[in-house]
């Protein structure tokens, strides 16, 4: 409360009391201060080759790094606040409660985190007529690891996609993912994982292409199954 005790008495020490002894001149200038920063390091590198053998073929890849963390230096100390009471006779005495301290120094880093992936395979664009053809097949490894203590989790396989369009009105498309983890046991440890969409976009058909109201319409619905494998960084389980 404002009225528990004045902020400095007449020697200008700190006020306060057995109570409340978080005097706010106190806290702001006599209790030190923490220093908080994030390092942070990212790269990524894309590449896409057209082979001349095949038309719309073409060999692509990636590659990335990301590292980051917290370092935080923390600077404390106590003071000691004083309070003045009525001694009985009309005077004044002044309690000391506390004491000041000399400053403490301790310097921290968590939170690091490094994450890489590499991807490379072939892609394919080709029009035949009316429609498109698109698709992409890649092989690819990711690696994360969160702080030093813990062992590196890594995720590879293969992923690709299918997308083919009719006369921009009637699109297929077809996904998959055959993924490993280290996290489960060797005879289970790859997945595979389809998904399949269509979509149909009804504003270029011709019963709506003179539609002055609606400027641009698509269906589409999509349906796959997806996998996730074990969360190994808040806890120490891990699966060789």
Known sequence: PSNAYPVFLANDSLGGNSDFRNNIYGQLNRSGYSFWERYYLSGNVDFKYDLNFLKGLSLMGSAGYN??????????????????????????????????????NSSTKSGMVRFYHAELGFGLDRTFGNSSLSAKLLAENRMTERDIARVSQWKRGLKGRVDYNLDAKYLLGFAFAYQGSEQFPKEERYGFFPAVSLGWVMSNENFLKESTALSYLKLRGSAGITGMDFDSFYSNAYFA
């Not at 917290?70 to 003045?84: D, M, P, T």
């Open 67 to 104: 590292n980051f963390g917290n370092h935080v230096i923390n600077r404390s100390k106590s003071f000691a606040v004083y309070q003045s009471q009525d001694d009985g006779s009309g005077g004044t005495v002044i309690n000391k409660i506390g004491d000041d301290t000399s400053m403490n």
